[in-house]
């Protein structure tokens, strides 16, 4: 009796001679003949062994995952992404030389045998049994294609790999069985077929054709004899037999290859010697994976593509259903991207701030009526190196972007007027305005409660001390009057302003609740460009708000068109609310803070924001047919107070929301719409009231000033892009706005830049 091994059980040679015995004394010929159906093989189903009649029936073979390819909206290619980079091809797309070099060095009787190959089993028998090692070896082209689908179904799960491929007889025997049902079903040439699509060839090509593009830079059509055996020759040690890292031994396998060949007649001696005399030459494409290599800088956009599918639950009930879906691969999706919005964007972001400076911009264009994203970039390209990084600043947390977002600043303040508007505030409502004034108290929210200041702690003032009121809301728009906005907030209610920013889809990036205090009036809140462009598309499209869409169509690797996103269009505000807002901002880009981001060729409206110690600047404007916002300031966890500091190559005595992010959106904003239609604005009539005496400055600027600061050679501008020193508010500390999000005591004052006034001792 043979020995046994110190755990119980027989050893693994023993085990595989029992299969052999009991096998022939079934009478189960192993040359592929059909195993009875009541034939046990007599082996315990335990362990390493089971059943045979225990294993089900059919080989369930999951889809080959392969790359999918992200598109532009006019079909140009963004980026390629994949858990395996394959092309799955059929047996007609692969040269004639790959498929016989590849079944005459693995397994050169596939078409004389069945699913076994009986002679090689006798051969392993022996050899384990001298070994005395676990049945291995004889496997057929068949086993290995079965063995290579059970990998295929482990995916990265390194457990289930290490199963699949463990060396045991329970795995011999699984790979039997379906060996058999294979080779009834399938037939020869299909299983070549599967066979070369799903072996691994290294260099990270999982397929012949993925392989031939990877070392030749060609279709696997088109391989020659000597690249032919060349690959074939990897397939059973891929990193051994690396032409890439090892040239010397990838040679000397390819003429084992091409012997081998030779052997058995599929080329003649002289064809093989012919390319055993020919040198290893490679023509490598290096593998392109991942939002890493998209093209135009959207590696950003690439990455909120693929975000968008592993979170919409169109695309499955859960994120484990997405993600297998989006790592199975062979999609093709084709996106909202608009090369020449994403290409004016990337020329803008260029020349203004640089890649190695020490702040950053980020640019969103999306489409107004449509929610299409059109464009997305940013200064800090995505990647792992210096100057990189894989915060997508356009964007909220979940979907890839900071933690937090950044204060607006001032481009909150048409929010408040929307909401103002729609509770019946007239457009030529004044207010007192003062420069400086205490939160008014109590003010009610949408709960019940009410704010409530307490002590009178909280304050809010004005960006220069002239700038007192009373004033209109056309005049405090232009020139940002922060104290107007926070009378107009203590007015209408927090209510108001909490339901119309809910319906303009504008939420922290955090996923937090908007905060429910006054001192949102002054832009506390932390938002992402893509929720304060596509906000402001719903002014530009008369009211309706649509939500944001990246993706336009996808189909799978069978050309079968799956379900995607929609926008979903909703009125948010009515048309004379929007028309009135357009109006508004339209005075701003016309002779307010954002002059100097106002278009010459057609109309534009827009909104500035900077906040305290200048951490951040914005500008959030918009056409009839394109609405952008632009953010510049600190990505990383560290605050720069953008003073005295050189960005783009340009030096700014302090950052303003009008004089670095204003020109960005406007040269963006000009090359996305070259050429291209300029419908103009709905707009309306509000005149100027008459306001009651008692401040400095009414609702209109004194009628002779020529000077306008920030204007190289103008007084006050000394020449370069800058603003004024900026006012200060307490607000926050007790309503979550909070200086970069924690809860400090700067409340987000928007430091804006001055309107042209006379200001002592700075210029006439």
Known sequence: MGKKRSGGGLTGSQQAAKFLGVSVLSGVVLAGMAIPAAGALGLAAKGTVEGFDEIPANLKTPPLSQRTTILDSEGGLIATVYSRDRQVVPLTAVSPYMQKAIVAIEDSRFYEHGAVDLKGILRAVNRNAQEGGAAQGASTLTQQ????????????????????????????????????????????????????????????????????????????????????????????????????????????????????????????????????????????????????????GAGFFCDYVRNTFLTDSVFGKTREERAKVWNQGGLTVRTTLDPQSQDAANESIKDHVYQEDSIATAVTLVQPGTGRILAMGQSKPYGFGKNETQINYSVDKRMGGSNFGFQVGSTFKPFIAAAALEQGLPPTKVYQAPNKMDYPSPISRCDGSQYINVNKKETAENETEDEIGPYALRTAMEKSINTYFVEMISEIGLCPVSEMTKKLGVVPASGAKLADGPAIALGSEEMSPLTMANAYAAFA????????????????????????????????????????????????????????????????????????????????????????????????????????????????????????????????????????????????????????????????????????????????????????????????????????????????????YPFPFPLPGIGQ
Request: charged letters at 25%; proline letters at 7%.
């Open 145 to 296: 294609y079965v063995k290579n689908v059970f990998v295929e179904e482990a995916g990265d799960d390194e457990t289930k790999v290490r199963e699949a491929q463990e060396k045991s007889l329970g795995r011999k025997i699984r790979e039997l069985k379906y060996s058999i049902q294979v080779e009834e079903e399938l037939g020869k040439k299909k299983i070549l077929e599967n066979y070369l699509n799903i072996t691994y060839f290294g260099q990270q090509a999982y397929g012949v054709e993925s392989a031939a593009q990877r070392y030749f830079s060609k279709p696997a059509k088109d391989l020659a004899l000597e690249e032919s055996a060349l690959l074939a020759g990897i397939v059973q040690s891929p990193s051994r037999y690396d032409p890439v890292n090892d040239a010397q031994e990838a040679m000397k396998r390819r003429n084992i290859v091409l012997q081998r060949m030779a052997d058995i007649k599929d080329v003649s001696q002289a064809e093989a010697d012919a390319a055993k005399a020919k040198p290893v030459t490679l023509k490598v494409t290096k593998p392109r994976n991942g939002c890493i290599t998209a093209v135009k």
């Open 541 to 752: 499209n008369r009211g309706t708000y649509c939500t944001p869409v990246a993706i336009e169509s996808i189909t799978d690797s069978h050309g079968k068109a799956l379900a995607v996103p929609k926008s979903k269009c909703d009125r948010a505000m009515s048309q004379d609310t929007a028309d009135t807002i357009n109006t508004l901002l339209r005075g701003v880009v016309d002779s307010g803070t954002g002059e100097r981001a106002g278009l010459s060729d057609r109309d534009s409206a827009g909104k500035t924001g900077t906040t305290d110690n200048r951490y951040n600047a914005w500008f959030v404007g918009y056409t009839p047919n394109v609405s952008g916002a632009v953010w510049v300031g600190s990505g990383g966890a560290k605050k720069i107070t953008m003073e005295d500091i050189v960005i783009g190559g340009r030096s700014y005595d302090k950052v303003f929301g009008g004089g670095l992010p204003g020109p960005i959106w406007k040269d963006a904003v000009s090359g996305a719409l070259s050429g291209r239609e300029a419908p103009g604005f709905t707009t309306v009539s509000i005149p100027e009231p008459s306001v009651p005496a008692g401040g400095p400055r009414g609702s209109k600027p004194p009628a002779a000033n020529p000077s306008k600061p920030g204007k190289p050679g103008r007084p006050g501008g000394d020449s370069k892009p800058g603003g004024r020193p900026g006012g200060q508010t307490n607000a926050g500390a007790a309503n979550g706005g909070g200086d970069g999000g924690n809860g400090g005591g700067n409340g987000g004052a928007d430091p804006e």
